[in-house]
C-alpha cells in the first residue's frame, strides 16, 4: 500500500464506547508526516480542533459530517444551505416529534431548547453552541452548513420518514441512533474528502477511510482502502472493501499500524 490520505470518522470508529481514543493515535499520527490524516465527523470544527490541539496543524478536519472542511484554521471546503431551504425546514420540524433542531453555521451552533437532556447531548459535540430564542433570525444572518437534529428516546431512525418529501436538493441522513442530520444532498463526507484528494493531488488508490453509520458510506466508497467496523451499521458493511475489528477492540489502530 502507498497510502498517501487516511480518513477516520470519529464516534463508533476511532473513539471507544467510552468517546476514548486510542492511546497511540497521536503518536502514530506525528510519526507519519508523509500521510495526510483527515478527521471526519458530524462534530463541530471548533470541538474537533480542541480535541486535538496537540497535532491540529497535522490534521484536516472534515467537520459537520462534510459541510465544512478545515485545515490549520482554514476553511479550504464548504457547502452552505439556502436561507429559504433553513427556514422551511425549521416549519417541517415543529410537527416532528421528539425532535430538537440544531443549526450548524460557520461561526458556530445555535440551539433553542435549554432542557438539560438536549443540552447535555449538543454540548458533547459543538464546542461553539449558542443558546436563540429565534432559529429563523439566525437563518437569515447566519451561513448555515447544516441541521444537526437531536431525538429523545433514541428515535432518529424511525423519525427518518419525516423527511421524505424535503426537496430533491436536500437530504436527510441518520447518522447516529439519536441523531438526524439534514444538508444539501450534494454535501457529505465523501464529496469533502474528494475535494480534498484533488487539492492535493491523491488517488483513490493512495486513501483509505474507516467508518461505522451511514454518514460514513460515501467517503468509504471515496477510497480504494475502505474499513468498515465490526460494529458498524450491516448496510454500511456492505459498501466498504474491508472490514475490521471493533471501536472497543482498536480496530483502526490494528489497520495503521500496517502503514
Known sequence: MNIKLVAVDMDGTLLDSKKRLPEDFIPWVKSHPQVKVAI??????????????????????IAENGTLCFYRGEIIYKNVLKKEDVVNTLRLLEHVPYAT?????IKGGYMQSTQEEELANATQYYARLNHEDDLTKVALEENIVKFAIYFKKQMAEA????????????????????????????????????????????????????????????????????YAM?????????????????NDDDGVMKILRTI
Not at 471526519?40 to 478536519?61: C, K, N, P, W
Not at 465490526?230 to 471493533?246: D, M
Open 230 to 246: 465490526e460494529n458498524a451499521h450491516p448496510e454500511v458493511k456492505k459498501k466498504a472493501n474491508f472490514l475490521t475489528s471493533s
Open 159 to 226: 423519525s427518518a420518514h419525516y423527511f421524505d418529501d424535503l426537496p430533491k436538493h436536500l437530504a436527510a441522513v441518520v447518522s447516529d441512533v439519536s441523531w438526524i442530520d439534514v444538508a444539501n444532498c450534494d454535501a457529505n463526507k465523501g464529496a469533502a474528502l474528494k475535494s480534498i484528494q484533488q487539492q492535493y493531488h491523491i488517488s483513490q488508490e493512495e486513501s483509505m477511510a474507516f467508518g461505522d453509520y451511514f454518514n460514513d458510506v460515501e467517503m468509504l466508497q471515496q477510497c480504494k482502502y475502505s
Open 40 to 61: 471526519a465527523s458530524g462534530r463541530q470544527y471548533y470541538t474537533l480542533e480542541r480535541m486535538f490541539h496537540e497535532i491540529a496543524d497535522r490534521l484536516v478536519f
Open 101 to 105: 433542531p440544531l443549526l450548524c453555521g
